[in-house]
């Protein structure tokens, strides 16, 4: 299973930005999906998450302002980032909890990082 992280870019502050993440390889099963972000010298943070009964989780200060959301379908992750700050700056990875048999327990997937760039 692999993980396929796109969306990011630089972009002036109060612009907007969506991430998207697709997962290829045989999946059965998704549970929780996650957006994390690393800024530079910082440690990795949760941004948002969504579980399999589309619940939703927000870091303080993306609330209001981040919307996560997730396809069944295709077993795609999104971030609609709107009102990007300086602070927002990082490179965002997505983490899925998944499982590619039901012969084996869900673990931890991650994606590689989309760089986002905010200027003031």
């Known amino acids: 299973v692999q993980l396929q992280a796109s969306g990011g870019g630089s972009v002036q502050a109060g612009g907007s930005l969506r991430l998207s993440c697709a997962a290829s390889?045989?999946?059965?099963?998704?549970?929780?999906m996650a957006w994390y972000r690393q800024a530079p010298g910082k440690q990795r943070e949760l941004v948002a998450d969504?579980?399999?009964?589309?619940?939703?989780n927000y870091e303080d200060s993306v609330k209001g302002r981040f919307t996560v959301s997730r396809t069944k379908s295709n077993n795609t992750l999104y971030l609609q980032m709107n009102s990007l700050k300086p602070e927002d700056t990082a490179v965002y990875y997505c983490l899925f909890n998944l499982r590619e048999s039901w012969k084996y327990l869900y673990y931890d997937r991650w994606g590689q990082g989309t760089q986002v760039t905010v200027s003031s």
């Open positions: 969504i579980t399999s009964g589309d619940s939703t």
């Open positions: 390889g045989n999946i059965v099963s998704i549970n929780t």
